[in-house]
């Protein structure tokens, strides 16, 4: 993750120092990629709010909601429900194993989705080339 900033009228900017990152908060980037999108670094506690205007997309919430992972985030509801036992611990272990198999099978859809689109691009090309 970078980041850049300028002061207005100044030519230089010295960095004192860079803090390792400890923790960082991610997105899935929109789209068929898997790739993660690092929204920001050595946070504590997030909040998510949106706006339910015409710009309004559950797609977009989504994909913040993805990254808990139910383990070690401060304030996660879901561990919270286990420590006051209203939650057995047993549903959060078939939740992980569900999760790891659905993140197998997306992997695996948008890598046939990928070799598919390829094809169909070859296909065209090659038709394209013929008719030449």
Known sequence: MGAYGKIPGEDKAIIHHVFERKSKFSRKMAGTTIDKQIVAANVDIVFIAMSLNED????????????????????????EKIQARELETKRLQSYFKIKKELDFIEKKTIKHTKLAEKRKKKKLAKKKKKNR
């Open 56 to 79: 309004f997309n559950i797609r977009r919430l989504e994909r913040y909601l993805r990254n808990c992972t139910h383990t070690n985030e401060p304030g996660c509801f879901v561990q």
